[in-house]
Each structure stands twice: as structure tokens, then as C-alpha cells.
């Protein structure tokens, strides 16, 4: 069954049981006890970050592949470049302890794990799309979001998913691609634990089954469903460069493919918007 993470760990965060205050923002009634994964689930309370935890879990030989941490509130959360992600109580905060792939995959596995979050979000009626590399759209607004982190041996995928709140656009990065928005009423009577229980145990058969049944470039032919603004002109930017092509899908590399000015090119960085976005547009 799920672990309650229970320990002080000084500056991660504090004792968690199952009668702790935050409890009930991830737990539904009767849980942890009425669901048995096979992997273990740590659950804590306010954290820096629930990467921290399973960094310091990992550290002392007590997270193994597919176990995880899910924690109530962050108040150092983090996504893509170090950025800050604004970690609400009511939302999901989790981190993912994955296998190590074979080095063919090292650079898709930002897209995978979105793949993933995507396909098991749609199982539960819930339509999002990725926006690579690693941001979790609904009806064209954000609502999740990956961060991958490795640390020696360690494989950790981050995993936040807006669930009854999102930052106002006024909190947001002048330069942020797109506006945020929640699940809502998308999930009603399933908890941010079950929920976490669903994904956790759906992404683990799709994760294995691509890493052992596909190729990178069969796994980049096989997510274009998923993909937000496939086909779009868009536009790619970063501190040195910005190209604007038509979106073509992703490279077995994990790079994303634009049709600009008549060639084929590759990116590997940069943050992505359809072109003729500007701000407080969707």
C-alpha cells in the first residue's frame, strides 16, 4: 500500500500523516488505505519542492524505479530553466522516479513523459495536448507541466497539473507563451491522490511498452495526435534566435521540426507560440 511519509527532514519539509491538516487537499475519504499500488507513494506535506524529497528519498536508498512523492504545496517549485512554478494548495505536485532508458531515448524523454501525462489524462475524458517540449494544454491554455532532473543514476520527472487553481495572467512571465487555466469540475469526486494512483499506474505500462516495443522515430510518428499547434505556423524562440516555420512534429532526437523558408530544420531549445501570439492571448 502507499507510504505515509512521516519523518522531519530539516529544510524539505514537515512531519505528514494521514490526520495532518493538508491531508485532505490530496486525500479522498477512506484513503490511502482503500488502494493498494504496487509501487511505493510517498505522501508529505509543505516542501521546497517535491523534487527535493525524492532527490533526498533516492539519496538514502529509499525510492526506487516508479515510486513516488506527492506533496500537498511547494514553496520552491520549479519548471523548465530553473523557472518558478506557482504551487497552490489544491493542485498536484508529484515527482516520478523513472528507469534509465537506453541512450537512444535520453533526449525524447521530456516528450515521453508529457505523452504519457496526455494519454492518461485522456483515458479519464480530460483532452490536453502537449506543447513541446514538456507543457500540458487544455483548449489551447496551460494546465500542466514537466520537468525531467537527473541526478547521477537517478531519473526524476517533476509533474504539476493545475487542478482547482491557476496563476492569474497578471502573475505570469511577460514572455509566457500562453495563458493558464485549472481542471475544475473536469475530475469531480476523483482526488488529487486517486488521480495521481491512475496516471502513476497507466504511465508506467505506456512508458515501459514504447521503451521496449518502439523507436524513437516510430514514437515521434505515433505522439502528432497529441500535439498542440501541428501544422501551425509557429515561432521558436530563445536568448540567441527566433524561426518561425511551419510545426511539422518532433524529431527521433527530440528536437522540434519546422518547415522555414523552403528547408527542414531542427530545434532543440526555445520556447514555442503560435506565430501572431501577443499577450493575453490564448
Sequence with gaps: MPILWTPDIEGVTDAFSADHADASAILGPGEPCADRPDERVYLCGPCSSALDVAGYLAGQGCLDPWDSVLSTRQWAGRGQMRRTWISQPGNLFAAWRLPMPP???????SVLVGWVMCRGLGELGVPVT??????ILLHGRKIGGILIEERGDVLLAGIG????SCPEDADLRRDHACVAANLGGLLRGVSIFGLWLRLVNFGRLRYSTELSDSTPLEFSQLIE??????GALVRVSDN???VCGTYAGVSPDGGIVLLADGERRVLHSGSLRPEGWS????
Design 240 to 242: 540567441r534566435s527566433s
Design 103 to 109: 541512450s537512444s531515448w535520453q533526449n525524447m524523454l
Design 130 to 135: 502537449l506543447k513541446w517540449p514538456n507543457d
Design 225 to 230: 495526435p497529441v500535439l498542440a499547434y501541428l
Design 161 to 164: 497539473l493545475n487542478i482547482a
Design 279 to 282: 499577450e493575453g492571448q490564448i
